[in-house]
């Protein structure tokens, strides 16, 4: 774990922070590093269940893809890119997760809230799948898991809009699981967590993963996919068009180029 991520226990549940402000962007070393705390949390047998949070307004923003992209990368043919690995190796994890998000997930943050079993979310939340705003392809294995959770038309609408979607649409879609006031999201996380906790924890692993499925495989599938496209998508002039409009905060002026 790396001073940006944080574990700490109550009672049976474990509770991983990660705090990289002002807006918890997304890297390999964040994600390996929430990986090398879901992994202690999975081998320590008092924990039965973990809450993901963010410190902070923002949940997580996503990739800074302006300043440091981490699937920009050029890798030679049919090597894996290790952001994309250390993303679907979250999927895997064996006990349940809560996502307390008290705020934006957009982008790779929309996909690591996907990570949890459940997200327990402010009115104030915003889910966001902007890629097609930037001119690039779903990526962190949106693709595979987004549909599963609100269904297709819904994930399309979310895809290939870059809708923001708020906490109250998000509770409506299923998206979320529950709402919470901003100040007690963690609280309503714990307490569901705690709840899950108190299960025969062999019993409650047994039914999570026969309802999980085959879900980590998917993932892991996907982000071969979602890398490609975005591989080529990256050397387009829309992609440069939207980075800029992103970081202008305005619309892009895309040319299909």
Request: charged share 25%; hydrophobic share 50%; aromatic share 6%.
């Amino acid at each position: 774990m790396t001073n940006a991520v944080e574990m700490r226990r109550d009672g049976h549940v474990a509770i991983v922070t990660f705090s990289r402000p002002p807006h918890n962007f997304a890297d390999l070393a964040l994600i390996e590093a929430i990986g090398a705390a879901f992994d202690a949390a999975d081998g320590d047998r008092e924990v039965r269940a973990i809450v993901l949070r963010s410190e902070g307004r923002v949940f997580c923003a996503g990739a800074d893809l302006a300043n440091a992209n981490p699937v920009a990368e050029e890798r030679p043919e049919g090597e894996r890119n290790p952001f994309y690995i250390a993303a679907a190796k979250l999927f895997g994890v064996a006990k349940p997760v809560v996502a307390a998000v008290q705020g934006s997930a957009v982008g790779a943050g929309l996909g690591l809230s996907l990570v949890a079993d459940f997200r327990i979310a402010a009115p104030e939340a915003r889910f966001v799948a902007n890629f097609v705003q930037l001119g690039f392809h779903p990526g962190f294995g949106i693709s595979a898991v987004l549909e599963r959770i609100v269904g297709r038309q819904r994930a399309l609408t979310m895809l290939l809009t870059g809708r923001r979607i708020g906490g109250g649409q998000a509770f409506e879609w299923g998206l979320a699981d529950q709402l919470a006031p901003t100040g007690g999201v963690d609280d309503a996380a714990l307490a569901l967590a705690a709840e899950i906790a108190t299960g025969a924890p062999l019993a409650v692993r047994s039914t999570r993963a026969t309802l999980r499925g085959d879900l980590a495989r998917l993932v892991a599938e996907a982000t071969d996919h979602e890398l490609a496209e975005q591989a080529w998508l990256q050397k387009t002039a829309d992609f440069a068009e939207g980075v800029r409009a992103v970081n202008e905060r305005r619309p892009g002026r895309f040319v299909g180029e």
